[in-house]
């Protein structure tokens, strides 16, 4: 099986940003005297698009306020925080994405929005490795829902078997094998209590994600140049 393309996830995966986003989240709630556990974080909101994540809330603590009013306390924080600063990258991310660039196209699909997504890549110098972006924005069903994959797959103009997910969350690997994808997962303490089973594989770090990917490149090349 060829392989072509690596679609990466944003947050968590290639950049930081979660606990930044749990901060954000807490300095959103503020109008309304709530706080998140860093357990409710964790297990319930981590990889969630911020309109679930404001659903969530709502169920867990019942402010006087509605999903729109906390979904624009959200953006809010985002923008503020991201006028002055973007998502630190994942340990070896800026290696990862620059060696793979040289030997395989790239993707980004994002359940976060285009801000977000643009604030990394042009922080950390990645907006001429990625040949299509694709973020919450831009589809109408966020993940867990397939369309963020099969939008990147159609705009690359590739099948899900010419390409490998690479996910950190179970939200997101849900997503990536709805769209036929086969999906490295990334496992941090944080996700502990997510489902990774769907994942063709499940490793630890970025950097243990990108061995296994260069492995299946070598396995491909000796499988094509076998008589």
Known sequence: MALHAILFDHDGTLVDSEAVNLQLW???????????????????????????????????????????????AKLAANAAYLAHNYFPQMPGADTVVRELASRLRLGLVSGSQRNC?????????WEPLFEHVVTGDDVPRNKPAPDGYLRALS?????????????DTEVGITAARAAGLRVVGIRSPEAASHDFSSATIIVDSLIEAHAWINQQLTDSATTQETP
């Open 26 to 72: 807490q300095r959103a709630l503020e109008p309304w005297g709530l706080t998140i556990s860093d357990e409710i974080y964790w297990s319930r909101m981590l990889g969630v698009p911020i309109r679930q994540n404001a659903a969530d809330i709502l169920e867990l603590h019942k402010p006087d306020a509605s999903i729109e009013q906390l979904v624009a």
């Open 117 to 125: 997504v643009q604030a990394s890549l042009r922080g950390h110098a």
């Open 155 to 167: 705009l690359m103009q590739l099948e899900a078997d010419d390409c490998i997910a690479v996910e």
